[in-house]
């Protein structure tokens, strides 16, 4: 059975140097603030697609607050012009590293809805002004900044990093794209929450080492020429079959992850390499347990030619990263980007709880930076009076990213160290009136909570700690969360405290003193809660409970909120056109709003985020959470606009303008008895002529193309070859 991992204190590296120039008000965003400090160069220069928000929600304020306390001097390059690479010397060339991110918000995220339209602002900009920042700003960013200095290592990290860190599929050009870290011509990758690592890769840059010989460090990915000796091999299918070996042998000659070289990738030193057997590969078929040093030991997924031109494998691939995501068992990943090899380590080891505090202890001013002036900065005005209270989900959600970004184990803050930020928000935020925003994190209800033995939680491989069940070895005891808030309720000058993060009310029900507590002083009217769906079926793709716990949380809700003499209200939030949502699903969870009188008006379009399971869904139209073969079944994904649209409008089934659509969807799933008057009906029957009103009612096809704002089959706003390519895959499907 797997040990636990451990790792060296966060704070025990021995600070650099520069360290005597003390912490900096602000980290500096121009020459003149350098000088003011008193420094002639910066040591490390983090450039960042967003605006620069000294405050631990904003991700580099927290790295260059980190790394400021461990002796070096850091600048900050906010939002800069990347047409051309003189912005990026405006701090001077830094003497380790520039540190690359794309922001909070992966930058294609950022600019584009779920229906591939430009938004219009942008929340982490001043002023909301939009196009602040480059689609796909990592790489951009990364070449700038070599384009200024090209001898600079550039380190890239955050959430756009992380989630991109292999061959992943980009929903955007509709295709599988490599590796972000080969396409930014980057030197090392920093994926999660990235002190641990940034702490020792700084540290040996700080002592002479050449980056080019940090290959090792957890949570880290880098690109080698070759897999070193004295490792051993492990082709992917032994964790996880794609197909049956016959066929393998069959459609491939040998297997899928022997490696061709394509001609395009020919060059002298990779010939050279092929020739060299450096690792003992284990092939197919295996039907035998090998014992493995596991700290010598790497698995190849399919190369990036292999995964963008086979579907099947994408998701094979995906399920497979999924299964070595524990980062006290998992193995070090290898998939061949034309003849180099990606190499990403082990995910690192979480934070202990005085070493998360100590990150959370640092010297923040909890506002922008003075030279924005007034202007106002949405992400920070609606965080500015929040506290993050712990790190990691292990909700597993198919759809959701965050596991993929912080990991599976909760990272918790004590109590100190959170009733010390809420007096530090009273103290520094301008104009506080004593309301605390929000007490929470990636979830509001997982503090404290983890497996309750280590060596249990070392072995294992779960997706999912509450799906399909809540395991058994899990703690659901909600003690010190509920401790917390009434802690933090009697800080003077606190006056309510609201908890806004979402809510796992399956966690929830397992604990009613929690659910009273948090009903009785935290719900201020509404709650907002996300069964996501109604039907089984979609519900287990997505990773969620049934909505028989919502009934059961909604019971203990209500029955908490008589109590207390308050009319309170849940608000459920759904998704349409999750990947395996049929129509029919859609249909019943509209009905099942109608029954239960509700009338939501945000509801969210499924949006494939990098590296999630269900955007392996969709893009692979197979289950990655079963083992992916060619023969799986086939999941229907709405892929077109008019059927993610028409999802979209079974939710909004009271919306007059989507009436026409839901009509002619009705009659086309035999389901006409559906429209009418009457109760048990879901949509009126279109007005006679006589009864309309002038411009009250969107009834024709044309008129309604025209209330969505463009075409019926094609996408407005993408006219690239892409996106016509993607229209003609849907209709085939």
Known sequence: MPTPKTAPDLFSYPKYWAECYGTAPYLPMSRQEMDDLGWDSCDIIIVTGDAYVDHPSFGMAVIGRFLESQGFRVGIIAQPDWSNAEDFKRLGKPNLFFGVTGGNMDSMINRYTADLKVRNDDAYTPNAEPGKRPDRSVIVYSQRCKEAYSEVPVILGGIEASLRRIAQYDYWSDEVRRSV???????????????????????????????????????????????????????????????????????FGSSPYDYKEEESCQT?????????????????????????????TCIRLPSFEKVRNDPSLYAHASRVLHQESNPHNARVLVQKHCNRELWVNPPPIPLETPEIDGVFGLFYQRRPHPSYGHAKIPAYDMIKTSVNIMRGCFGGCSFCSITEHEGRVIQSRSHESVLAELEDIREKVPGFTGQISDLGGPTANMYHLNCKDDQIQASCRRLSCVFPGICKNLKTSHKQTTELYRKARAIPGIKKIAIASGLRYDLAVEDPEYVEELVTHHVGGYLKIAPEHTEKGTLDLMMKPGMGTYDAFKKMFEHFSQKAGKKQYLIPYFIAAHPGCEDEDMLNLSLWLKKNKFRVDQVQTFYPSPMSLATAMYHAEKNPLKRVSYKSPRLYTPRTLDQRRLQKAFLRYHDAKNWPFLRQALRDMNRSDLIGPGKHQLIPEEESKGQRRSGQRVHSQGDFQKAWGGQWDNRNSRTSKSSSARQKKGRRR
């Open 268 to 296: 002298e030193e990779s010939a050279s390499i092929n020739e060299v057997q450096p690792v003992r590969i284990i092939p197919m078929p295996l039907h035998r347990e090998e014992k493995l040093n596991p700290e010598t």
């Open 181 to 251: 870290l080969v396409d930014a011509t980057a030197e090392i990758l920093l994926y999660g929450n990235a002190e641990r690592a940034m702490a020792e890769v700084a540290d040996r840059l700080a002592a002479g080492v050449n980056i080019r010989d940090i290959h090792d460090v957890r949570g880290t990915v880098v690109v080698k020429p070759q897999v070193p000796g004295g490792w051993t091999e492990i082709d992917s299918s032994r964790i996880d079959w794609p197909r049956d070996i016959s066929s393998l042998q069959e459609a």
